[in-house]
């Protein structure tokens, strides 16, 4: 079975987050299961692409809001990644560093995927399954079916999963013009409140749509900035499928980047090991409970109450616990971050600043890792915490409340609370620091939360489960 993947991270090529995370592991674990998955990303002129070996497998023109687009397709030669990847090149819209934020974002991502489209077409491939990520890809499944120049291509299955339903790609119809001939007469499937909407077109074009948990596809019908009727009506075209972790990437026992490396067997050791590093590196006393936050500082994560509530447990602990924040994102967040340090010297320090080396150390040497997101489609972060040793702190809310249950539940190893806000994040901090307090138990939850297995090979299978369903049209 041939499946192409298209999306616009990649680990390790190209990461601001989560989203890479998984189009980085998931082909891997589709090839080991046997089936041929590639990914086809735009290219980013970055470390990875510089470093590795790319031959030009395909070189064409096409033609783009008028003008004529060329482009090329590499293919990295190596193999090193568990699967093919291949880059989409346009000189002028394709061949920049970062990977969001130009002016020209929507002709970017429409170039990208018309380029993919053409590419599969005059090479005369006929992959099994197009599986495309978030909305960067999200007019792939309409294009097959409303535009002549794909119709050979037409009855491919198209897979769209939602990785993030708070941004939709929506730009206004004068940019029509950036896309072949389609068929006028659905154009309307295109549409949302008056402009082209990328994400609403995927889900009601897609063969099947997905979210990165069950509990997400409930929340998008009342909580997706727009489209909760369209949620609503195409409810039962939806799976939930929860993430998994690359534990090749993710792995105490052989890990890189920590400060010495761990099993169960000698996680105790292990963890002190890390935390001291990681104590002495930020200068907090390494004897008090460390609670962390990672994470993009935006408003869906909960960021934008850290410094109050970090400030306010603070001052309700005194001397008895630290907090430590690596993140970037929303500068007047950053700056509030930023504020605190001279209000709190000895218990809290920040990392503003994307540091993929101090992720790793940070969730092999902290006690716990604070989640206080309102929007989190499933979460990789608490995955990531659970396989070091470290215990969520989790906002009850879509993934996060498919992956972790309250230590005071039957069964439980994480701290969860309703609400985000800070009287909660507080009582879940008191509740912290009892518990750190009580050293059997917390280890007993250590061992309990590394023997738990959200590996992605359960989860790659309920893709190709449903794959499989979509080629034989059950
Ligand atoms: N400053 C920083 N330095 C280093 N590393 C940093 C960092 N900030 C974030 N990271 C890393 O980025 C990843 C974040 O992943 P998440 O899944 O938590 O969030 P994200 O919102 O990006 O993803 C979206 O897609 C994923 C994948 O489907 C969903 O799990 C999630 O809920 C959804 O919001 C983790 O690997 C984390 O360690």
Redesign the pocket.
Known sequence: MKIYHLAAECYPIA????????VGALPKYQVKAGLQAAVALPFYNRKFVKENKFDVVFKASTMFGGNRMEFEVWKETTDKLGFELYLIHIPGLLDRKEIYSYPDENEQFMAYQLAFLDWINWSQQSPDIIHCHDHHAGLVPFLLQHSAIYSRLSNTPTVF?I??GQYHGAFSWTKIKYLPEIDMLHAGLLDWAGGINPLASAVRCCSAYTT??PS?MDELSWQSNGLEPLFQMERHRGVGIV?GIDTQVWDPATDPMIAGNFTIKTLVKGKQKNKEALCKRFELDHKLPLISF???LVD??GADLLAEAINRAINEHPGKVNFLV???GDPAIEQSLIDLAPHQPNQYRS?I????E??HLI?AGSDFLL?P?R???????QL?ALRYGTIPMVHRT??LRDTVIDFGDEGGYGICFDQTSIDDICYSVSRAVALYQDSGHLNLLRTHVMELDFSWDRSAKQYIDLYERLINNI
């Open positions: 990461k601001v987050g989560g989203l890479a995370d998984v999963t990785h993030n990165v948990s997400y993430n990672i994470g993009r869906d994560k690596l993140g970037t990392f600043g994307y540091n993929e101090l992720s969730y989640m997101s929007v989190e489609p499933c979460g990789l972060n990531y879509g993934g």
